[in-house]
């Protein structure tokens, strides 16, 4: 049962395409915006509407460029790095617009948050990171631990008795057998003291769609890949993750101990 609802995949084409027709959306407003206000930016300087029309311009093409340099990524084709460090700045700036239009195809905001998921891990994949065990942080959000659990682990993980009641059990004998830290984090703030205090060459990062949209935007430039966690009890509650696909990442981005 957790494997088939892990199983259901969002598309990557999905928040690829709302991103295209947010940016299209985006250019032809400030294009309106541009014509409005036009003559009186003529009236303050005589080549204003020029300027401010080459800034709009070229500010279109770069995210536009940005974008079809991730669809690039996800395709496997070679990439410009230049692209690279605006790419969140421009998801960012262009989320909003896409939620909306989503919305009016009927696409609720979480779908297009896991297509970001699938778009991000799949140009990690692609990019063909690989870090040691040691060098590696795993991060799971509190509600993974049974909410009837008594032990504090969300400063010390090792307090899990590993009683098998739910995956943060499953996750320190992992982190035991491979050799990465493993921490559960209350929140994003405590997620960043994390990572800024371990400072990992990766980060594996198991939450909801919302969480690892933000997440995974806030630890870069430092790659992360995501795994959703399955919530068979509604959100933020005594959710569980498919410690199957958590082991397929890893084994993908754990460097051999020998290599
Ligand atoms: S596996 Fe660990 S965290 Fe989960 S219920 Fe058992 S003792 Fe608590």
């Known amino acids: 049962m957790l494997k088939s609802l892990a199983l259901a995949r969002p598309k990557k084409r999905l928040f690829l395409g709302l991103l295209l027709a947010s940016e299209f959306f985006v250019a032809a407003a400030l294009y309106g915006l541009w014509i409005i206000c036009c003559p009186g930016l003529e009236n303050i300087f005589e080549y204003l509407p020029a300027i401010v029309g080459a800034f709009l311009i070229f500010v279109s093409t770069f ?28 998801i960012k700036f262009l989320f909003p617009v896409s939620v909306r239009i989503g919305k009016i195809f009927g696409i609720k905001r979480r779908q297009i948050e896991g297509s970001f998921v699938a778009v991000s891990n799949l140009i990690f994949m692609k990019s063909g990171i690989k870090v040691p065990a040691k060098k590696l942080l795993v991060l799971s959000p509190h509600c993974l631990q049974l909410s009837s659990c008594p032990h504090k682990i969300t400063r010390d993980p090792n307090n899990c008795k590993r009683c098998g009641g739910c995956n943060v059990g499953d996750l320190m004998k992992l982190s035991e057998e491979m050799g990465f830290t493993f921490f559960v984090a209350t929140g994003g703030t405590l997620a960043r003291q994390v990572v800024m205090k371990n400072r990992p060459q990766a980060v594996l990062a198991i939450a909801c769609e919302r969480d690892l949209m933000s997440g995974i935007q806030d630890v870069y430039p430092l790659p992360a890949v995501g795994v959703l966690n399955i919530r068979p009890n509604g959100p933020c509650f005594n959710t569980r993750v498919d410690m199957d696909e ?14």
């Open 63 to 90: 995210s536009f460029g940005a974008l079809c340099n991730m669809v690039l990524a996800v395709k496997g084709l070679p990439t410009l790095k230049l692209f690279h460090r605006y790419s969140f700045a421009i």
């Open 246 to 259: 958590v082991r397929r990442v890893l084994d993908k981005i754990v460097e051999e101990k020998n290599s």
